[in-house]
């Protein structure tokens, strides 16, 4: 079972820069994609990036290409989500989450990820 510890939210002006951190535990993670997903109120929650934890492959949702970005580091188990010139529309809770599918493949709906962290509240401010 894997454990995910979110961590690095806050509030930013707009233009600003954040990086998110997802702190993994109870591996082995080979065999995870790590994704960031975010939640406005009222809002369902949305994909927004992925990396393999095996090759490091990555994918994001168009609108935020450019802007965030996800990498990871083996050596500390953790996933980073950098996040720059940040509109007040990017306020939201991000997740992170762990999909062990076995083909290891990054897939971008929530209902397919099987842990999920807590939770970061980001708050843009125009």
């Known amino acids: 079972q894997v454990q995910l510890v979110e961590s690095g939210g806050g509030l930013v002006q707009a233009g600003g820069s954040l990086r998110l951190s997802c702190a993994a535990s109870?591996?082995?993670?080979?065999?995870?994609?790590i994704g960031w997903f975010r939640q406005a109120p009222g809002k369902e929650r949305q994909f927004v990036a992925a990396?393999?934890?095996?090759?490091?492959?990555?994918n994001s949702v168009d609108s935020v290409k450019g802007r965030l970005t996800i990498a990871r580091d083996t050596a500390k188990n953790t996933v980073y989500l950098q996040m720059s010139s940040l509109k007040p529309e990017d306020t939201a809770v991000y997740y992170c989450?762990?999909?062990?599918?076995?083909?290891?493949?990054?897939?971008?709906?929530?209902?397919?990820?099987?842990?999920w962290g807590q939770g970061t509240q980001v708050t843009v401010s125009s």
């Open positions: 109870g591996g082995p993670l080979s065999r995870y994609v």
């Open positions: 989450a762990a999909d062990g599918d076995v083909h290891n493949v990054i897939r971008t709906a929530p209902n397919v990820y099987d842990y």
């Open positions: 990396i393999t934890w095996s090759s490091g492959m990555t």
